[in-house]
């Protein structure tokens, strides 16, 4: 089961995010600032962690920077009060994941959650084979035949996420969340336009083809 940390010194507001959370099927663990938060972490493991930006003792920005120059690339979602866009560049410069303006939509947290698990997933497995065929998420090179193409990252993705789960069918607007991000303003079509590439680079591939499922989105099938 996926852990989750919390770092939200409102106590009511901590309670109710672990409530949902706990509701679609994480583990949860609640503190109260970020040095709280970095013990618990140096105790356990977790796969994300949403935090307040406003905090005592160790405010948001500090724990995320602490974090990452330690080498942890835990996802991080962000919460906080403040909805200037230079309180927004600094979370993301500290290294943070997604942001979220108070109040909270916990419908759209869950699926910020869902979506940022999903691609963190996507790059700790950092190589993928269908039949003859490897994807390195280090180089984003693909390998078939005796040749190795690089490809630009979202195609890469694109490609690495379909073949992760041969058969399933894939929205494009899934696609889209976990490929350019849930705030992305990329217009859904964008991944046609991307498919289209993918299948032009590997028409002579006999490992997989991708399949248009009409009016739904996307699946890579076996060959």
Known sequence: MLKILIA???????RLFAHVLIKNGYTVKVVSNGK????????DYFDLIISDIMMPVMDGYELVSTLRETGNTTPVLMI???D???DMRLGFLSGTDDYMVKPVNVNEMILRVQALLRRAQMISDRKQTIGGTVMECDTFTVTYNGTSVVLPQKEFMLLYKMSSYPGRIFT?????DDVWGYDSDSDPHTVDVHIGRLRERFRDNMDFK????????YKVVKQ
Do not use: H
Not at 38 to 43: E, F, M, R, S
């Open 8 to 14: 939200e010194d409102d106590l009511e507001l901590g």
């Open 36 to 43: 709280e938060a970095l013990g618990a972490i140096d105790n």
């Open 80 to 82: 906080t009060a403040k």
């Open 84 to 86: 200037a866009f230079d």
């Open 172 to 176: 494009r607007q899934q696609l889209m």
């Open 210 to 217: 991708i399949v248009t499922m009409r009016g739904v989105g």
